[in-house]
């Protein structure tokens, strides 16, 4: 699962910051969050305000949730993204893959290390549509045995 404390991440000192100050500095403007993770080529990382709205733990910008919540399915290769696009097609669920920019270590922990890629730090997040997880079902634990997914 992708950490709000990513390494690198522009405004995650802040939220380091903000979580040991006192409420009154916060107020006063010290260690404010930043105004749009996106717009510095950061990734949002969203906590529940209300059940209604999501709020990013790093900068300002809040969400309407929905129905199109997603789940966090880990992190593939180029070539194993394609084999999952075409079992999720053929099961009808809902997905998207987000490429990144991966150390080895992390792409090994999820077996998506590949040395013969000329991109071999390039990775694919994939992010399932909550309300088919019931169509995967172990689908995908079923095509990759190797991986965790989370197990101990």
Not at 9 to 37: M, N, Q, S
Not at 55 to 84: D, K, M, P, W
Not at 113 to 140: N, R, V
Request: hydrophobic fraction near 35%; aromatic fraction near 14%; charged fraction near 30%.
């Amino acid at each position: 699962m992708p950490s709000r404390w990513e390494k690198g991440h522009p405004y995650a000192w802040r939220t380091r910051l903000r979580g040991r100050l006192p409420w009154f500095l916060i107020e006063l403007g010290v260690a404010r969050k930043g105004y749009d993770c996106q717009a510095v080529g950061a990734r949002h990382h969203w906590y529940n305000i209300d059940d209604q709205w999501s709020g990013c733990y790093h900068c300002e910008v809040i969400r309407e949730q929905n129905e199109e919540r997603t789940t966090y399915f880990g992190l593939y290769s180029r070539n194993q993204r394609a084999r999952v696009i075409e079992l999720l097609a053929s099961l009808g669920v809902r997905s998207k893959f987000l490429a990144v920019q991966a150390s080895e270590e992390r792409l090994r922990a999820w077996t998506a290390w590949d040395e013969s890629s000329a991109t071999t730090h390039e990775g694919f997040e994939l992010w399932i549509c909550s309300l088919d997880l019931d169509k995967l079902g172990t689908k995908l634990v079923e095509l990759y045995p190797e991986r965790k997914f989370g197990a101990e």
